[in-house]
């Protein structure tokens, strides 16, 4: 049955071939060559370099006629835009995504991260997936709309950005600041949700499409106490006023809220006998203690991921830090959150500060593109469901979310589990088939939203 339905998956995009004109092995071939040259630009941040990335971009959009803009920073680091221009009739639709990746280890990947080799249909390297294949997808995208000449209804924003694994403060929030023309749109497709070849481990294609994500909250909590031999133990210590605290932070039950798209998110996912919990805050609290992944969906998580005191095996140190990862589900107040940490840590001497914090409102689901993108899904792959997610990292979307402007992490590639690991992992990758099939369904949601 399932091999039925793959067959039927290729007709019917042969047909699409067919109808749009284009040659999609030659597109998918384009594509994977501009990938490779891309995945050799190393703008592995720190320190980022993306002017050599934006200037790539640049480069393949002038050999086809489309202008484009840097947007320098500073000597080495730059955010660049291009602008397919519509008619106007409808407000402009931004493909955003990053040039910088994260840096790589040589010594345990399989291939060089930074040579774009293809192997066996397989493209490797820094990038393949988070997310120069996206920012591929996205130009390739762009050439063929005006390869093809076709009359747009709204402007197309083609917007590179730098620094977004870092933070963005040289990337999307220095372009918040500087160009704000960028952020005049309706739409915005980024990274932020995969398709999946299985789910909960029930192999069936779904594409989540993300419409709002984790807000991060990075806290330090510092101890201090009274230095000393450490053979002569005494209370005042600070790290294990320290590990106190800590722990009571670990073994804090937070209850579950189930957010309106989480559980439409999981009602589709019953539906297609994926998920086979009573879908309510109730049902769903004790599924969550033991599947990491949806307590991430249903709570504020907390993970401690940095800890530093002491500078002698025999010296009780006078200082003690630890950072918490801190990630607070749209909608939760992060001075609320940080007043519940202190009450749980319930003593004084240990401060708690706030490092890095970030929130962001959730994009509606019922709109046009979630609509445009959930057809095309289903027509690509039949079997194929859409979910709406949140994701739990965050993405350069948060900006344009806090401006009004609807966003969505929707990557139109099926990958398998073992593919979504190598993502800031080892041995990062992606099939020239996915590739190539990434393209035609963005290509065809595109094409829908600013032509039809
Ligand atoms: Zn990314």
Redesign the pocket.
């Known amino acids: 049955m399932i091999r039925l339905a793959a067959r039927k998956g290729r007709l019917r995009r042969r047909r699409q071939v067919t109808a749009s004109g284009i040659d999609w092995d030659a597109a998918t071939r384009e594509a994977t060559d501009l990938l490779c040259r891309y995945i050799t630009v190393n703008t592995a941040n720190p320190p980022g370099n993306e002017l050599l990335g934006a200037r790539f971009l640049a480069q393949v959009l002038r050999e086809n006629g489309i202008d484009s803009e840097t947007h320098p920073v500073d000597a080495q680091r730059a955010n660049m835009s291009a602008r397919l221009p519509g008619d106007g009739s409808k407000r402009p639709l931004v493909l955003l995504?990053?040039i910088d990746?994260v840096p790589a280890e040589r010594e345990f990947w399989q291939e060089d991260p930074f040579a774009g080799a293809v192997k066996d249909g397989v493209i490797w390297g820094r990038g393949a997936l988070?997310?120069k294949s996206m920012a591929v997808m996205e130009l390739m995208t762009l050439l063929l709309l005006r390869r093809q000449g076709l009359p747009l209804r709204r402007d197309i924003v083609f917007l590179a950005c730098a620094d977004?694994?870092q933070g963005g403060v040289a990337g999307i929030d220095w372009l918040d600041a500087h160009h704000p023309e960028l952020f005049d749109a309706e739409y915005v497709i980024n990274?932020g949700g995969y398709g999946s070849t299985e789910m909960f481990g029930v192999r069936r294609p779904v594409f989540s499409c993300s419409v709002g994500e984790k807000g991060p909250l990075w806290l330090r909590l510092v101890a201090h106490g009274m230095p000393g031999h450490g053979s002569v133990p005494h209370p005042d210590n600070c790290l294990e006023r320290l590990v106190r605290a800590l722990y009571k932070v670990q073994t804090w039950r937070r209850p579950i809220t189930l957010l309106p798209e989480v559980a439409t998110m999981l009602e589709r996912l019953k539906s297609a006998g994926i998920f086979g919990e009573e879908v309510s805050e109730q049902g769903l609290t004790g599924v969550a203690e033991s599947n990491p992944l949806l307590r991430a969906f249903l709570t504020d998580t907390v993970s401690t991921t940095m800890c530093n005191a002491g500078v002698k095996s025999n010296v009780i140190p006078a200082v003690a830090e630890a950072t918490l990862d801190c990630r607070l589900l749209p909608g939760h107040d992060p001075a609320a959150f940080i007043e519940q940490v202190k009450q749980v840590i319930d003593d004084p001497r240990v401060e708690v500060q706030q490092v890095m914090e970030s929130h962001t409102p959730i994009s509606p689901v019922g709109t046009e593109l979630f609509d445009v993108i959930d057809a095309v899904s289903r027509e690509t792959a039949p079997d194929a469901i859409v979910i709406p997610s949140i994701a739990t990292?965050f993405?350069d979307s948060r900006v344009f979310r806090r401006r009004g402007v609807t966003a969505y992490g929707f990557v139109p590639c099926l990958l398998e589990p073992a593919e979504v690991a190598t993502?800031h992992g080892n041995d990062e990758r992606i099939p020239v088939e996915k590739l190539g099939l990434g393209l035609r369904m963005l290509y065809e949601v595109v094409r829908r939203m600013c032509v039809e």
Do not use: A
Request: no cysteine; hydrophobic share 25%; aromatic share 0%.
């Open positions: 995504n990053h990746v988070d997310m977004e694994e990274e990292g993405t993502v």
